[in-house]
């Protein structure tokens, strides 16, 4: 009986080792296939890269790379000015004259937003990252030439038609990017656009050092390198394919989508994509591209384009901008040495690419919506302890350093979830007709936003002094609270999917609204209705 007992016991663990064996093999296939399903092909990588260098780079870089000559620039100001008329600009037209310089480039970036619709609807994605480096090249000329021409107005020119590159830019490579990549990936591909941003913010301080281009007789060539990335990127685009959603969709050249999507993805099979794409495209047939004014009037995505908005007004509003514009005032501020700071900057650039980077690689894994919130949130506890150790700064040695620690984990938070991500749930949240004015939307208010930002930080700075980023911290709690409450998780989600989950938020608010609303007024009911009790039994009950 033992003997028998003993060899059933065998029998069922044997049985045991077998199952789970095979679950484990299953478990590792699907691993495999998984894997194999999204592997990043030669030309993705390139043509990711290619767009991002030439251009979210040269936003990351038109947004640091008037830091270092700051001083240097108002003297040619002044200089010009004094030429022209016999005196000196005095300091509050100087700070205004400056303030528009910096924030100029967002109208131009508005301008450049407004423009993308029809330029991608004739030419495609590709083609209007590549005529887009017009603008680029026409930018560096006028701003590296400006002070020999003795002419402020070249600077000012040249920085609204730079701001006019990147309104085209930052509205057309979220789409491209999301349009050649497989949706597994997708996410970590729309993080290189927020990567670029960071190397260009962190090459524009490294060349701005003084011992390179910032100082007083070199940095008209800090505008001149512009020309560098958009000629890189002119000769790397055009062997590349354009984007197969726009030639399936609107040239209906399936054969043309077909080999795009053979090029991107790396392997000759590609009927699930193609059919993912007519699938969207049946849903959509009698949907023509619609205009800025019919998506707002569109019911159905209205959360949606709340959402955006939201976003990219927190994404520009949340104060790193103006870290960005003004560092040097900051850490002036902070009491750090006027020697030291070029190099303390340069940790800003280094931390950004850094926390860009790890967004990349957590954001498939962790998914969008913690890195936003949980961005956002920790932003605002360092904008508060930011606040203290300024005010506080001459109370003790130390305090300068917190301050700068308080700068650096900041741009981390942001670099980690705000700084991307805004582009890459534009880009996933509307369907193929509806995505050129969706970036619109997006861009008008990132551009708006970017503009009151550099215009008004220096007024603001002076006015609230060390209480200024209070302000930032207030909007950024707002951010954080109303995407926790609405935005649903996107992550390897289809557009339909997305819809249908941003309806289910929405929808679970409408009810918790109308329960509370009901329970209120059953409580009213029960409170007015009058009740007699007998043996402990309610007579009058609300039914």
């Known amino acids: 009986m033992q003997c028998t007992g003993l060899s059933k016991m065998r029998d069922y663990q044997e049985d045991n080792r077998m199952e789970n064996t095979k679950k484990s093999t299953g478990k590792m296939k699907e691993k495999q296939a998984l894997k194999k399903k999204v592997d990043w092909s030669g030309s993705l990588i390139v043509a990711s890269f290619a767009g991002a260098f030439g251009s979210s780079f040269l936003y990351g870089y038109n947004l640091s790379v008037v830091n270092a000559p700051t001083v240097y620039i108002k003297k040619f100001y002044n200089g010009s000015w004094e030429g022209r008329y016999g005196h000196v600009i005095d300091g509050g037209n100087l700070t205004l004259l400056w303030s528009v310089t910096v924030s100029i ?24 990252l590549l005529i887009n480096n017009v603008f680029a090249v026409v930018a560096a000329l006028l701003m590296a030439f400006g002070q020999l021409a003795g002419s402020f107005e070249m600077l000012v020119l040249g920085r609204t038609v730079m701001g006019i590159h990147a309104g085209v830019s930052l509205s057309t490579l979220p789409i491209y990017l999301s349009e050649i990549s497989p949706k597994e990936i997708r996410g970590s591909l729309g993080q290189i656009t927020a990567i670029f941003i960071c190397i260009g913010v962190f090459i524009g301080q490294i060349l701005g050092l003084p011992e390179i281009f910032g100082n007083e007789s070199l940095w008209p060539y800090l505008f001149g390198v512009i020309v560098v990335p958009s000629l890189v990127q002119a000769g790397i685009l055009p062997f590349l394919p354009e984007s197969p959603h726009y030639l399936l969709l609107e040239k209906q050249d399936r054969n043309g989508a077909e080999k795009a999507f053979q090029t991107f993805l790396g392997k000759e099979d590609v009927s699930r994509e193609v059919e993912e794409v007519l699938a969207e495209s049946q849903a959509q047939k009698s949907v023509k591209l619609v ?16 959402t955006v ?76 302890i930011l606040t203290v150790s300024l005010t506080l700064q001459n109370h003790a040695y130390w305090l300068p350093y917190l301050s700068i620690f308080c700068i650096l984990a900041t741009i981390a938070s942001f670099c980690i979830g705000p700084g991307g991500i805004p582009f890459v749930l534009t880009g996933e949240f509307f369907q ?36 200024c980023f209070l302000v930032f911290a207030v909007i950024c709690l707002a951010g954080a609270t109303y995407l926790f409450l609405v935005l649903p998780e996107t992550k390897n989600k289809t557009i339909n999917e997305i819809s249908q989950a941003f309806a289910k938020r929405t929808l679970e608010g409408r009810e918790m609204s109308q329960f509370s609303s009901e329970t209120k007024s059953s409580e009213e009911q029960e409170h007015n209705f009058p009740s007699t009790v007998d043996n402990g039994e309610i007579k009058n009950r609300i039914i």
């Open 105 to 128: 480039f967002s109208i131009g970036g508005l301008v450049g937003t407004i423009l993308t619709t029809p330029i991608v609807k004739i030419f495609g994605r590709k083609y209007t």
């Open 291 to 306: 205009s800025v004014l019919q998506l707002l009037r569109n019911r159905s995505v209205r959360w949606q384009i709340i």
């Open 309 to 384: 908005i939201v976003t990219m007004a927190c994404y520009q509003l949340c104060g790193l901008n103006a870290i960005w514009y003004y560092t040097n005032s900051i850490f002036s501020e902070a009491g750090i040495s006027h020697t030291l700071i070029p190099y303390v900057t340069l940790s800003t650039g280094l931390i950004e690419i850094l926390a860009s980077v790890s967004s990349g690689l957590a954001i498939e894994r962790l998914g969008r919506r913690p890195l936003l919130i949980g961005g956002f949130g920790l932003m605002v506890i360092f904008f508060v």
């Open 432 to 467: 193929q007709s509806q995505k050129p004015a969706a970036f619109m939307i997006a861009g008008t208010v990132n551009w708006l936003s970017n503009f009151s930002v550099g215009l008004l930080f220096p007024f603001i700075q002076n006015g609230l002094k060390t209480f």
